[in-house]
């Protein structure tokens, strides 16, 4: 358990099991850089076993899509199946809650026209004008690209973001910005001049996005020393 309790407000109830809404930038913080926007138990040891934590930042119109992920893999995974098993499964149980929504369905219909730069909510600031920073609707790049999307990426992952751009999820809170642009400039760095795989590159990047969140190195320097303005 993190050493401050981040427990913010209490959502419901899915039978036996607790819903909180909870401050992931206090637990990326002080505790796990790697807690995303949602997590159970079985895959985050340090959450009690019949709750389910949703970080504070999260859309609610997203909210009812990821308990019904976290609810699917929280039960294969105390059956005993493996995390790889069960985000798979709750994948496909998110996707088709996302896809019989209404509002989402309105979206879908036309995913083959679709233009990539409707993404684009506000332009947050050029690296040397080569490569443009842009606040992008998360919802839907979860529901029309990659529904495991969280917090920010860049071409060097995902194949379908322009490869001069790198993408911060809306939905994040402004203090948490600086330190996520920092991790993905620096793994797309990585990646494109070193030649790294992904999951090189993102240890390294996590690792100075946390020494940073410690106030062990300064962000701002960082991410002058990789061009940000």
């Known amino acids: 358990m993190p050493p401050k309790a981040p427990y913010q407000k209490k959502l419901g109830k899915r039978g036996h099991i607790h819903i909180w809404q909870v401050d992931g930038n206090l637990i990326r913080s002080t505790f796990d850089p790697e807690f995303t926007n949602f997590g159970q138990h079985f895959h985050f ?44 499964a709750a ?25 990539i730069n409707k993404l684009h909510l506000k332009l947050l600031g050029d690296i040397k004008t080569k490569l443009s920073v842009w606040s992008i609707d998360g919802c839907l790049v979860r529901t029309l690209f990659f529904i495991d999307f969280t917090e920010g990426g860049h071409h060097y992952i995902y194949d379908f973001i322009p490869e001069n751009e790198v993408w911060i999820d809306n939905d994040l809170l402004s203090e948490e910005i600086p330190f996520v ?10 990646m494109k001049k070193l030649g790294w795989k992904y999951h090189r590159a993102h240890r390294h990047a996590s690792q100075l996005e946390w020494l940073c969140r410690q106030g062990k190195k300064i962000v701002t320097v960082e991410l002058k020393k990789l061009g940000w303005k």
């Open 45 to 88: 040891h340090y959450i009690p076993e019949y709750e389910l934590w949703l970080d504070q930042k999260l859309v609610i119109d997203e909210r009812r899509f990821f308990i019904d992920h976290l609810l699917t893999e929280w039960k294969l995974m105390k059956q005993g199946n493996p995390y790889e098993t069960a985000i798979v």
């Open 181 to 190: 642009l920092l991790h993905e400039l620096h793994e797309r760095k990585l």
């Open 91 to 115: 994948d496909i149980k998110e996707k088709t809650e996302r896809y019989c929504s209404q509002k989402i369905k309105k979206l879908t219909e036309k995913i083959e026209n679709f233009d």
